[in-house]
């Protein structure tokens, strides 16, 4: 039973979140209005994954619909009703279109070693993406050589994903943000066909595009220490972004330590680990693992299989919580996590921690968080990067119920 304290203090948070999403649409100034609550019915049961309707009944809409006359609404992958607003208009939020990059030298002026960034690679061509930009804008539609890319972040639910924004038989997709939720998790749109689709997952859920997913592409949670090391020819966004913000405080003050349900989550919650625990999620073929912070900050490395396929995962301190202080440069350290294949020239390797990197057994070489081989006879050789996310755990299993989690 919560104490008059604790409940007084999920108050607190909830009201700071709330200003904290009205301050990011209003860009600094804290807007009068309220968000929009949440229904009183109950949700309706979850479509069974993978179904698509088609032609589905759009005699009853929901009141949200009304600004969405370009959306096809008689298709769909869920129930409209598990959509909720989250108080931003369509892209009140803005996303960063036109990215502006700038070299470490000058990304050093801006933001601290232990500040985390989205690590993305593509085409030969390495940048970061600094989450204390990222919070404020939660999309950036960017090129990496020939291959369109969104990088995105949803702060409710701490998932940094990217995706090729190319999709067979139409022209580039360019994402923004919808307003909309679903399981606290960021509803992105799409210009071209108004269809909305899932931050998490990459799937267009409503709309001409329902049923389509996303390529996505590696995007590991990294310092900006780790980063440089990694990539010192690598460029990092710059915080002219033509928009006004506040870039290196958190508006999102305090959100990660609530212990209890997330903000504005109708779903059950798994009750394996406490909801706003990290986790390492991976997918790989018809198997899916989470593999929680905590446990890997006593197990550095981890060798693992997951559908099949050999995985390494890598933890290491060093980088701070964007959710966590005002300030993100002196938030609380959470450290940082990257799954790999171990195989390198068709010989499986076996992994140790070896201080501040990693050691493969077979060889001496040493190894980097970003799966470098940095000193040895291996040195120059990089892991292959699997997809992973580091997420919170209720978003994780509210999107694939069936996980397991690893345990030692």
Not at 68 to 84: A, G, H, K, Q
Not at 140 to 163: I, Q, W, Y
Not at 195 to 207: M, N, Y
Not at 361 to 386: D, F, K, M
Request: aromatic residues 10%; proline residues 7%.
């Amino acid at each position: 039973m919560q104490t008059g304290k604790e409940v007084k203090r999920r108050a607190l948070l909830l009201v700071g979140i709330i200003s904290a999403i009205l301050l990011v649409i209003a860009g600094g100034t804290v807007l009068s209005e309220s968000i929009p609550g949440r229904s009183s019915d109950p949700m309706p049961t979850p479509l069974p994954a993978g179904t698509l309707l088609e032609d589905a009944d759009t005699s009853n809409m929901p009141s949200w619909t009304r600004s969405w006359s370009n959306t096809d609404f008689s298709r769909r992958t869920v129930n409209l009703e598990e959509l909720i607003s989250g108080g931003v208009p369509r892209d009140g939020i803005p996303p960063i279109d036109y990215p502006a990059y700038v070299d470490i030298h000058q990304g050093d002026t801006w933001y601290e070693p232990q500040e985390p960034v989205i690590q993305v690679s593509v085409d030969n061509v390495t940048r970061a993406y600094p989450l204390q930009v990222m919070t404020w804008h939660e999309i950036v539609n960017t090129e990496f050589g020939d291959t369109s890319v969104a990088v995105t972040f949803c702060p409710l639910c701490n998932s940094a994903v990217a995706f090729d924004r190319d999709v067979d038989g139409l022209e580039t997709l360019r994402l923004g943000v919808s307003g909309m939720l679903r399981n606290s998790d960021l509803v992105m749109w799409d210009n071209q066909t108004e269809s909305l689709w899932q931050q998490i997952t990459g799937e267009a859920i409503v709309g001409e595009m329902a049923g389509e997913m996303l390529e996505m592409l590696p995007a590991p949670i990294v310092s900006w220490e780790a980063f440089k090391d990694a990539h010192p020819e690598g460029l990092v966004l710059s915080q002219d972004t033509g928009f006004n913000r506040n870039y290196g405080t958190n508006p999102y003050h305090g959100y990660d330590r609530i212990d209890q349900s997330p903000f504005l989550f109708d779903g059950e919650t798994d009750d394996r680990q406490s909801p706003m625990i990290r986790v390492l999620g991976v997918e790989r073929g018809d198997e899916v693992r989470a593999y929680p912070f905590p446990e890997l900050e006593d197990n550095p490395v981890i060798h693992d299989t997951v559908g099949g396929d050999p995985i390494v995962v890598f933890w290491q301190p060093g980088a701070t919580s964007a959710l966590d202080q005002i300030e993100i440069a002196v938030s609380r350290d959470v450290g940082m996590a990257a799954a790999f294949n171990p195989t390198v020239e068709g010989e499986e390797f076996t992994f140790v921690e070896d201080g501040d990197v990693f050691k493969d057994e077979e060889t001496g070489s040493q190894w980097n968080i970003s799966g470098q081989a940095v000193a040895g006879p291996l040195e120059g050789e990089q892991l292959e990067e699997y997809v992973s996310g580091a997420h919170f755990w209720f978003a994780w299993a509210a999107f694939q119920p069936e996980t397991t989690v690893w345990e030692p």
